[in-house]
């Protein structure tokens, strides 16, 4: 789908391009200054989500985030 971003100073104009946004059938994503992409993309979390069985996966592996990050995240050189 295509994707247009549009900067605004009024927010009267906010409320112009939502009423637009019916009319016409397009999505609107309100995004502050402070934002990033990755708000964009983070999902958030489903608290029904049973986690249970994951718990045999990780307990007991002495497993350490530092650890991880000096073995798996290595740069190529």
């Known amino acids: 789908?295509?994707?247009?971003?549009?900067t605004y100073k009024k927010?009267?104009?906010?409320?112009?391009l939502k009423g637009l946004a019916k009319y016409f059938d397009?999505?609107?994503?309100?995004?502050s200054k402070e934002s990033t992409l990755l708000d964009d993309i983070l999902v958030p979390a489903d608290k029904s989500a049973d986690i249970s069985e994951l718990r045999s996966v990780f307990t007991?592996?002495?497993?350490?985030?530092?650890?991880?990050?000096e073995q798996l995240w290595q740069r190529k050189k």
């Open 1 to 6: 789908m295509p994707e247009v971003t549009i």
């Open 11 to 16: 927010p009267e104009t906010l409320k112009i």
């Open 26 to 31: 397009f999505k609107i994503n309100v995004r």
């Open 60 to 69: 007991g592996k002495d497993i350490d985030a530092k650890k991880l990050r």
